[in-house]
């Protein structure tokens, strides 16, 4: 694994199709944590999806209803808020964590209810992700995947950051790479450079996905000082 950010940034660059995938961590200036979180596809039901955001909600859409197949692991709340906890994840366990949080659980207990996603022979992990300024961790990520793709055998895996440094986040995917079936993600995060400007984040990571497989792209970056967040949204279908 490369431990590099710029070398990760590379990696990612060559990377024909990654999936899903989040980054966690704190800006350059230290004034604010970032997440980013992006999909891709390479059927046409996945490809047929946009980020709307509504409120302090992301979520996946369709582009276009008339060509939808299978909505079921495709449209999904990816960004809620739960007082000072953001969440972000690849799938519909965004709710499960933010009802665990609203009523007195946490990130790990409701990941704890959840496995990989049905759809053999992939297993496709569920990544996610939760940022919680000013508590023990300031942001946490988790993988939760299949064992050698055996559908009976799963394993789930935190990762807790106590001390961001300036300038980096930390990174999962879902998959390695394309193959069949697709690999899951494996090893532990991997530290990516970040920006401070939310809007040079977004085109930096748009341009890093590969151009024929990327569908949405958001960036969100939350004031250490204010607690206000912006986001920004890339989608490949633009009205």
């Given at each position: 694994m490369?431990?590099?950010?710029?070398?990760?940034?590379?990696?990612?660059q060559s990377n024909a199709y990654p999936?899903?995938?989040?980054?966690?961590?704190?800006?350059p200036d230290g004034s604010n944590f970032?997440?980013?979180?992006?999909?891709?596809?390479?059927?046409s039901n996945?490809?047929?999806r946009i980020f709307v955001h509504d409120g302090s909600t992301v979520r996946t859409a369709p582009f276009d209803e008339s060509r939808v197949e299978d909505p079921s692991l495709i449209i999904y709340n990816c960004v809620r808020v739960h007082g000072d906890a953001h969440i972000v994840s690849n799938?519909?366990?965004?709710?499960?964590?933010?009802?665990?949080?609203?009523?007195?659980?946490?990130?790990?207990?409701?990941?704890?209810?959840?496995?990989?996603?049905?759809?053999?022979?992939?297993?496709?992990?569920?990544i996610s992700g939760i940022l919680t300024p000013g508590q023990e961790h300031a942001y946490s990520l988790s993988v939760l995947k299949s064992i050698d793709n055996n559908p009976h055998q799963a394993t789930r895996q935190f990762y807790h950051y106590t001390a961001p440094v300036a300038g980096i986040g930390h990174y999962v995917s879902t998959y390695i790479g394309d193959?069949?079936?697709?690999?899951s993600f494996a090893g532990e995060p991997q530290p990516m450079p970040l920006?401070?400007?939310?809007?040079?984040?977004?085109?930096?990571?748009w341009d890093s996905l590969n151009e024929d497989n990327r569908v949405s792209l958001l960036v969100k970056y939350l004031s250490?000082?204010?607690?206000?967040?912006?986001?920004?949204?890339?989608?490949?279908?633009?009205?």
């Open positions: 490369l431990n590099d950010p710029e070398s990760n940034l590379e990696a990612l999936g899903r995938g989040i980054i966690m961590g704190l800006s970032v997440q980013v979180y992006w999909i891709m596809g390479r059927s996945s490809r047929n799938g519909d366990q965004t709710d499960t964590i933010f009802d665990a949080l609203k009523s007195g659980g946490s990130f790990e207990s409701a990941l704890k209810t959840r496995t990989f996603e049905p759809d053999a022979p992939n297993f496709t992990p569920r193959g069949s079936p697709l690999p920006h401070d400007d939310p809007d040079d984040a977004l085109e930096r990571f250490i000082e204010s607690g206000e967040s912006q986001i920004r949204i890339m989608n490949a279908n633009t009205l």
